[in-house]
């Protein structure tokens, strides 16, 4: 006997609007303290003396916000809007959903306030101390639950690619972030790693180089799995080839880590591992880029109706190069050359700028309007927001490339007495002027942000979020 | 009637390059009359500026200036000369070769002419290396190349004869294959001086 039929409830797309907007917020302010922190290192004396101006506090304050901030905000809420509609269900425990949002966005907050403050667990991108790390994992398990169980409940069978790369994010962070972060806390603001020495490090770039696997890249590769078939009005190219580089790219990106440790005190081994493993794993990232590159190929006449088009087609290029530089810089003989320079620093950002922002500028722009039931306020807006975009990251990348060549060759200059010959001034002197190049880049790329922000913020003005509805099941549209 | 560009053309190529795209786009140009009438000149520029740079003023690279013995200079010249000509070859095959996929104009002289047009600002622009200093020529040459992908947007689409919209993807894929390109560049660079070929360094 069939069962009593459940009332249809429209998708829950009020909270994708809140975490949109949050996102959008959150890139303009972490993009400005980037800035500042460029425009520190022309002008050191810029922070007033204050503490908590300080490069080393402002710096962290910039990467947590944009990449916590900007990039989990943004993938919380396409996560959510996606596996709704790749399951055809609303969320499940859209209540939770919301305490994730708040939670979210108050640990954002307070975590920045407290790196100002100096609280500071010394690891790189896991620099918040141990009552956000509590805090932070309880949110993302109820991200989890929520995102799990909607999937669950789904009433399309197959799982769709996107769910498995948002899946995987969700699983690898988790685990990440609980063992990276395993310590002894000694006051409220202090704790001390339960790793001792060489071991904390490979904990760490295991922990380091996975987040920019698993959330900066594959994260990011749901989202285009899902906006990018849509955007173009064409399924994936090669729906096949998306499985086998899910699979190929959880399976390589995990070993990558101790990359970020050449040279270091670790068995050599375990570098030579790291590095085979980084050469691996541009099979599968290059199999998603001729997957994304020859999806949109096919649908040219897109990118006359959708603005946020061009933004896709430009991330996967510098995706492209993102993926390739990443494992050229794992080997050793470049490592030597690139580590701890300024080509690691726009290596990052060829990947943040260029491909992470640009593919959440392009989703934002075909969602933000969907969400508003309207058209985008300026699509001209969105075109000088690309012609900033592009430029400021081309500027970015080329700068710092000069610089890190230029640093490089300057530290391992030797005198007659096989001595360092160049000092920290001379180095810093010399570099003054790739800084300033970098202010500019950065300033150029933030303009863009700005703009998208006022373009999104007069489109969702006053308009309350359109109400999409599952549609219905195939039997019941026989009948 | 197939028509050709030549570096007598400079003048437009630089500074009314629509014109210049339009103009071609009607034609169908021949790849040994666009390779000597232009390329191979704009081609020269570059290796020759840096050869009377570095001999009258030394590399300033960031603290003081490196002077090399003149058969250096002129061995870094021909080598930048013949990379230079790498370059250009295999980004106008790969362009010819890319244009089947986005149904554009796939012949081998409309992609050296459009290589060649979008990339002169670049070896014009390259009159800095006579003033050797790493940062002058990056003030110089980065917002030229900033330009030069410009053109390449807009260019490509109307000499392709293809859409705005396939030529944008297009030169998307060509900016894409140029930043690996250049990162290989670096890349390969570096290990060469790790091995010992280039400046002398303490590895």
Redesign the interface.
């Known amino acids: 006997m069939p069962a009593a039929a459940e009332p249809v409830r429209a998708y829950d797309d009020r909270i994708v609007r809140a975490f949109t907007v949050a996102a959008v917020v959150w890139a303009v302010l972490g993009m400005a303290a980037g800035v500042w922190v460029a425009a520190e290192l022309v002008w050191p004396t810029l922070d007033f003396g204050l503490p908590q101006l300080s490069f080393g506090r402002l710096r962290t304050v910039h990467t947590n916000v944009v990449l916590f901030g900007f990039g989990v905000s943004a993938l919380i809420g396409t996560g959510l809007y996606s596996v709704q509609r790749t399951s055809h269900v609303s969320l499940y425990l859209p209540k939770l959903a919301w305490f994730v949002f708040y939670a979210w966005q108050l640990a954002i907050m307070l975590g920045a306030i407290s790196l100002m403050a100096g609280w500071n667990g010394g690891k790189e991108y896991a620099e918040l101390e141990w009552p956000f790390d509590i805090a932070i994992a309880v949110v993302w398990v109820a991200f989890a639950v929520v995102f799990f169980g909607t999937l669950a409940r789904r009433k399309v069978n197959p799982i769709y690619i996107s769910n498995w790369f948002y899946g995987a994010l969700i699983i690898v962070v988790a685990m990440l972030h609980i063992v990276n972060n395993l310590a002894m806390p000694a006051t409220l603001g202090k704790a001390y790693s339960l790793y001792p020495g060489a071991q904390d490090a490979i904990v760490q770039w295991w922990y380091g180089h996975n987040a920019v696997g698993f959330l900066l890249t594959g994260g990011f590769l749901g989202m285009v799995y899902y906006f990018l078939p849509k955007q173009a009005g064409r399924p994936i190219w090669s729906y096949r080839l998306s499985i086998i580089a899910f699979w190929a790219f959880v399976y390589t990106y995990i070993w990558a880590g101790p990359h970020h440790l050449h040279y270091n005190a670790v068995p050599e081994w375990v570098q030579s591992l790291g590095m085979v493993m980084s050469l691996i794993l541009l099979a599968p990232s290059w199999a998603t880029l001729v997957n994304g590159?020859m999806t949109?190929?096919s649908a040219?006449?897109?990118?006359?109706t959708d603005p946020g088009l061009?933004f896709i087609?430009?991330a996967?290029?510098?995706y492209?190069?993102a993926t390739?530089?990443g494992p050229?810089?794992a080997?050793r003989?470049?490592n030597?050359?690139?580590h701890f320079t300024e080509?690691t620093i726009g290596h990052v950002h060829?990947g943040a700028l260029g491909w992470n922002a640009l593919i959440t500028f392009g989703t934002f722009y075909f969602l933000v309007p969907r969400l508003a039931g309207r058209k985008l306020h300026s699509e001209r807006l969105a075109t000088v927001h690309f012609?900033l975009a592009?430029?400021g990251v081309?500027?970015y990348?080329?700068?710092m490339?000069?610089a890190g060549?230029?640093q490089?060759?300057?530290w391992?200059?030797?005198d007659d007495f096989?001595e360092?010959r160049?000092g920290f001034i001379?180095?810093m002197?010399?570099l003054n002027?790739?800084y300033l190049?970098r202010l500019v880049a950065g300033l150029i790329f933030l303009a863009g942000a700005v703009l998208m922000a006022a373009n999104f913020w007069l489109t969702l003005r006053g308009a309350s979020t359109e109400r999409a509805y599952p549609p219905a099941p195939i039997a019941e549209v026989i009948a | 009637m197939p028509r050709s560009v030549t570096v007598l053309q400079l003048g437009d190529i630089l500074f009314r390059p629509s014109r210049v795209f339009a103009r071609l786009a009607e034609s169908e140009p021949d790849p040994t009359r666009v390779f000597f009438g232009l390329t191979f000149w704009l081609i020269l520029l570059p290796p020759l500026f840096t050869y009377f740079g570095t001999s009258s003023h030394g590399w300033l690279l960031g603290v003081e200036p490196i002077i090399l013995p003149d058969e250096i200079v002129v061995a870094v010249s021909i080598g930048y000369f013949v990379l230079l000509m790498f370059g250009f070859v295999t980004t106008a095959l790969v362009s010819a070769w890319m244009a089947r996929t986005y149904n554009a104009e796939d012949s081998l002289g409309m992609s050296f002419a459009l290589v060649s047009i979008v990339g002169a600002p670049l070896a014009v622009g390259s009159i800095v290396h006579l003033y050797p200093h790493a940062f002058a020529n990056v003030i110089v040459l980065v917002p030229i190349l900033i330009w030069t992908v410009y053109l390449l947007y807009r260019g490509l689409p109307v000499m392709l004869r293809t859409g705005p919209e396939r030529g944008m993807l297009m030169a998307s894929a060509l900016v894409g294959y140029l930043l690996v390109a250049w990162v290989s560049l670096i890349g390969i660079t570096v290990v060469l001086w790790g091995l010992g070929l280039g400046p002398d360094m303490g590895i």
């Open positions: 590159v949109v190929s040219p006449q897109k990118l006359k061009k087609v430009l996967l290029a510098f492209g190069l390739f530089e050229m810089m080997i003989s470049v030597i050359m690139s080509w060829s012609w592009l430029a081309m500027l990348v080329l700068a490339w000069g060549i230029t490089s060759l300057l391992l200059t030797l096989g360092v160049y001379e180095v002197a010399a002027p790739y190049l």
